[in-house]
Antibody, heavy 117, light 107 residues
Framework: EVQLVESGGGLVQPGGSLRLSCAAS????????MTWVRQAPGKGLEWVTY????????YHADSVKGRFTISRDNAKNSLYLQMNTLRAEDTAVYYC??????????WGQGTLVTVSS | EIVLTQSPATLALSPGERATLSCRAS??????LAWYQQKLGQAPRLLIY???NRATGIPARFSGSGSGTDFTLTISSLEPEDFAVYYC?????????FGQGTKVEIK
């Protein structure tokens, strides 16, 4: 089955760190660009970061630049999001998504990150 | 950063009615605009990409139009499963951005 499964969410204190993972299966992960998109509780979608299939090209939203790092391990069919210096406003469901023709076509179910003391 | 403004914020319609949703960009995005549908507790689903192309498996009642700064998503006849939140997104410039969403609710 073609799917993406996120993990690693949870409760973290402000200023803390968390690493999210996204496990891909059912397709050739190494040939697809990937993104992370988040959604704060009751709010809209916010694009977070992008990584090309080879990891050569990376973009981040200004809101996370310098704090979040996207990476991937094509041998493990996995995408990662390292989140440092977390703030209350980073509280959200984080989705990983696979790009096809430059659009987010395949989405995971999301993992909830809560930043609170 | 390109700002996408969606209108209206909420659209109250009955099944069988036509829905017209708008997305306006703060600068031209050419045809690099997509529409997503999101139901409560679910991940978004791609409906329309590059302004007017239906994604795989999307019913023909969904159509998209526009270019430059003004875009429209039309649902020709609302089915019960179409009541949801709809977002537009642009990929013309980094960072990619989403509109704030339009909720289509049952009247």
């Amino acid at each position: 089955e073609v799917q993406l499964v996120e993990s690693g969410g949870g409760l973290v204190q402000p200023g803390g760190s968390l690493r999210l993972s996204c496990a891909a299966s059912g397709f050739t992960f190494s040939t697809y660009d990937m993104t992370w998109v988040r959604q704060a509780p009751g709010k809209g979608l916010e694009w977070v970061t992008y990584i090309s299939s080879s990891s050569h090209t990376i973009y981040h939203a200004d809101s996370v630049k310098g704090r979040f790092t996207i990476s991937r391990d094509n041998a493990k069919n996995s995408l990662y999001l390292q989140m440092n210096t977390l703030r209350a406003e980073d509280t959200a469901v984080y989705y990983c998504a696979r790009l096809s023709s430059w659009w987010e076509v395949l989405w995971g179910q999301g993992t909830l990150v809560t930043v609170s003391s | 950063e390109i700002v996408l403004t969606q209108s209206p914020a909420t659209l109250a319609l009955s099944p069988g009615e036509r829905a017209t949703l708008s997305c306006r960009a703060s600068q031209s995005v050419s045809s690099y605009l997509a529409w997503y549908q999101q139901k409560l507790g679910q991940a978004p689903r791609l409906l329309i990409y590059d302004a007017s192309n239906r994604a795989t498996g999307i019913p023909a009642r969904f159509s998209g139009s526009g270019s430059g700064t003004d875009f429209t998503l039309t649902i020709s006849s609302l089915e019960p499963e179409d009541f949801a939140v709809y977002y537009c997104q642009q990929r013309s410039n980094w960072p990619r951005t989403f509109g704030q969403g339009t909720k289509v609710e049952i009247k």
